[in-house]
Antibody, heavy 125, light 107 residues
Framework: EVQLVESGGGLVQPGGSLRLSCAASGFTFSSYAMSWVRQAPGKGLEWVSAISGSGGSTYYADSVKGRFTISRDNSKNTLYLQMNSLRAEDTAVYYC??????????????????WGQGTMVTVSS | DIQMTQSPSSLSASVGDRVTITCRASQSISSYLNWYQQKPGKAPKLLIYAASSLQSGVPSRFSGSGSGTDFTLTISSLQPEDFATYYCQQSYSTLPSFGQGTKLEIK
C-alpha cells in the first residue's frame, strides 16, 4: 500500500525549532519529488517546500525561505522539514505529499497524488 | 508568483444538483491545473489533473475543463459524500500554488 506517515509535530515557543519527518512506503521513493503543504486552522492549503527525487534541487515559499530546510534520505525512504525561527503564523497542520507525474496527450503533468495524514505544529508561548 | 482565485468561496446545493466551481489563474498556465477534495479533518484527495483528466478511482460525475487562465470543476449530480471543500492548484510553476478553496455545503 502506498503510504506517507508524518511525525514530529508538537507545541513549540516562538523562535524555536522543530523537525518534521515523513516516512514513505509502497513506492520507489527516490523516483519522485516530494513536498510539504500546510494548512492553518480554518484556512486553505499553502504549499511550503519541495525537493527533487535526488535531493539536488529544493524550492521554498517566500513565507518560509531562510527559516525552513527540506531534505530527504532516500536510503530510509524519509522526507524531512527542519523548521527554525518559528512564528505564530507557522501554526498549521503540515502534510507531506508525493509529487506524481502523469502523461497525458503530448505532455507530462504533475500533481500531489498521495498525501500523509498530517502532523500539527503549534507555535505559542 | 502565480495567484489562483476560486469562485464562489462557498456554495449551498442539494443532493442531485449540478454544481460548477471556477478557478482563475493570474497568468496562463496552459492545462497545468489540478483539483482536490478535502473533507474535515482529512488530507486532500486528488480528483483531476491536467485540467480534465480524472484520477483513478474518482467517480465520473466529476469533470474538469479549461485551459490558459480559466478552469471549471463540475459535479454533475451531487451525492451526500461530495459535500466538502474543493481546491484548485497550478503545477505550471516550480512554485505550486492553491486557490483559497470552495466550501460546498448542503442546502
Amino acid at each position: 500500500e502506498v503510504q506517507l506517515v508524518e511525525s514530529g509535530g508538537g507545541l513549540v515557543q516562538p523562535g524555536g525549532s522543530l523537525r518534521l519527518s515523513c516516512a514513505a512506503s509502497g513506492f520507489t521513493f527516490s523516483s519522485y519529488a516530494m513536498s510539504w503543504v500546510r494548512q492553518a486552522p480554518g484556512k486553505g492549503l499553502e504549499w511550503v517546500s519541495a525537493i527533487s527525487g535526488s535531493g539536488g534541487s529544493t524550492y521554498y515559499a517566500d513565507s518560509v525561505k531562510g527559516r525552513f530546510t527540506i531534505s530527504r534520505d532516500n536510503s530510509k525512504n524519509t522526507l524531512y522539514l527542519q523548521m527554525n525561527s518559528l512564528r505564530a503564523e507557522d501554526t498549521a497542520v503540515y502534510y507531506c505529499a508525493k509529487w506524481g507525474v502523469y502523461y497525458y496527450g503530448s505532455g507530462s503533468y504533475e500533481a500531489f497524488d498521495i498525501w500523509g495524514q498530517g502532523t500539527m505544529v503549534t507555535v505559542s508561548s | 508568483d502565480i495567484q489562483m482565485t476560486q469562485s464562489p468561496s462557498s456554495l449551498s446545493a442539494s443532493v442531485g444538483d449540478r454544481v460548477t466551481i471556477t478557478c482563475r489563474a493570474s497568468q496562463s498556465i496552459s492545462s497545468y491545473l489540478n483539483w482536490y477534495q478535502q473533507k474535515p479533518g482529512k488530507a486532500p484527495k486528488l480528483l483531476i489533473y491536467a485540467a480534465s483528466s480524472l484520477q483513478s478511482g474518482v467517480p465520473s460525475r466529476f469533470s474538469g475543463s479549461g485551459s490558459g487562465t480559466d478552469f471549471t470543476l463540475t459535479i454533475s449530480s451531487l451525492q451526500p459524500e461530495d459535500f466538502a471543500t474543493y481546491y484548485c492548484q497550478q503545477s505550471y510553476s516550480t512554485l505550486p500554488s492553491f486557490g483559497q478553496g470552495t466550501k460546498l455545503e448542503i442546502k
